[in-house]
């Protein structure tokens, strides 16, 4: 399913609500086409979409287990779109959208969301902003009024920019400039990308942040936030018919604005050297490191690469029957944590990273080893049939369950729709990843996982070193995709 595995059900992984090990399967090929069809099924059932004549794009969901819908509106501009130095503009807009409109008082979106037993919040990455609310289906008509109108009649003045403005001063110091993790991870983005906008974080630097003013604002608001420039999700116990009538009474009534452009950035040069990052501080307990390299994601990958990378971060290092956690957590007893991570639901390219943190007395240095062999394996030897067949079916069981939380379907299809893909990308991704092969796996591990052109990171407790044998205390995670968001 296109970024799927790589952006939700990783995500979900990752957050713990969600985990494939359990789920083995036969490896025939009986299954697997049943399996198959059981997850295209589900992920074509009902989904319709349409655009409304101000160009913003709605995809419909329905769900009729229970009486609830999520209503998610996806904007196409995220802190890779940001100007050269006003980065942290897009995630501060965020922010601002919450405030008054010319229609309604700053603040009274919300409480009627929560008077209502509802939900609602908003995130930005790299590629995307979205402010999303869950609420019952006599509700959505009210959700999409007032969303409408915050896209149209936004109300900005000094006060509320500068107000704002020190409301996320403080989130990036609490957030990031007091978490060492956070920090190590800005510098391995800043080191692994030499010329695109994704090494930049989404939060902004400091220093730029200090800046961002009302002209900005303003002029973000005008270019981006714009119908033709977003996509709308729905999700759950509706129908198609009244989404587009619904759409069509409230943001049919928006003006088209502006027209974006097409979304061209810098890319990456050529990356010929190996480089390491490395951070010491008081506040760590728990060494740890990472090894990233740059690999395509889905939007610009060649045919069958991403999802054959997606299998690779599955057979190395993706859950508890994986090799790097076998090797080093289960039988050598070495590591605290070790796995593998693929980031492929980027517009432009995605990371492929593998971390590890030690257990007892061995040191970080006999981790990294431990997962530098097993890489080293792969790209010699290559993976065997049995298992490929069961990562793929964990990964065709993981699809299913994630299918069954409607909001975890609106991020599937709104994520994918904002980075350059389609409906039909999403709907055909089981076929993809039934058709990687042994010889795929093994040919994009090759290809991309060459130690020459990594970055390496380290995590260390005051004065440590690499090397140092340092008594582990807990597990290290892997740094996740940036993503910041607000919480009303």
Known sequence: ??????????????????????????????????LTAEVQKADSAGVTSFHLQNGLEVVVIPDHRAPVVTHMLWYHVGSADEDPGKSGIAHFFE???????????????????????GQENAFTSYDYTAFFQQVSPQALEMVMTYEADRMENLILNEDVVK?????????????????????????????????????????????????????????????????????????????????????????????RRSEPGKRERPQEP??????TVSL?????SQPSFQKIWLVPSYNNAKPGEAEALDLLSEILGGSTRSRVYQALVVKDGLAASAGVY????????GTFSVYGAPRGSASLQQVEDGVDAQVARIIK????????????????????????????????????????????????????????????????????????????????????????????????????????????
Request: proline letters at 5%; hydrophobic letters at 40%; aromatic letters at 8%.
């Open 1 to 34: 399913m296109s970024q799927i595995l790589s952006r939700t059900v990783a995500a979900f992984i990752l957050a713990g609500t969600l985990s494939t090990a359990g789920f083995i399967l036969p490896a025939n090929a009986q299954t697997m086409a049943q």
């Open 95 to 117: 922010h601002l959208m919450f405030k008054a409109t010319k229609t309604y008082p700053a603040g009274e979106f919300s409480r009627k969301v929560a008077e209502i037993g």
């Open 163 to 255: 107000t704002e403005r020190d409301v996320v001063l403080e989130e990036r110091r609490s957030r990031t400039d007091t978490n060492p993790a956070a920090l190590l991870s800005e510098e391995v983005n800043a080191t692994l990308y030499q010329n695109h906008p994704y090494r930049f974080p989404v939060i902004g630097w400091l220093h730029e942040m200090e800046q961002l003013n009302l002209k900005d604002a303003l002029a973000f608001y005008e270019k981006f936030y714009t119908p033709n420039n977003a996509t709308l999700v729905v999700s759950g116990d509706v129908d198609a018919d009244t989404v587009k009538a619904l759409a069509e009474k409230t943001y049919g009534k928006v003006p």
């Open 270 to 275: 050529e990356q010929n050297t190996k480089r």
């Open 280 to 284: 010491a501080d008081a506040r760590v």
């Open 342 to 349: 693929y980031q492929g639901g980027a517009l432009d390219d």
């Open 381 to 488: 030897d290559g993976v065997t049939a049995d298992e490929l067949e069961k990562a793929r079916n964990r990964f065709l069981k993981s699809v299913i369950f994630a299918r069954d939380s409607q909001a975890g379907m609106a991020r599937i299809y709104g994520s994918t729709l904002s980075t350059g893909q389609t409906i039909k990308d999403v709907q055909e991704w089981p076929d993809r990843i039934q058709a990687v092969k042994v010889q795929d796996i093994q040919d994009v591990a090759k290809r991309y996982l060459v130690d020459a052109h990594s970055v390496t990171s380290y995590l260390m407790p005051e004065d440590g070193k690499p090397d140092e044998k340092i008594p582990s205390t807990g597990e290290a995670a892997p740094v996740e995709p940036q993503t910041e968001g607000v919480i009303q």
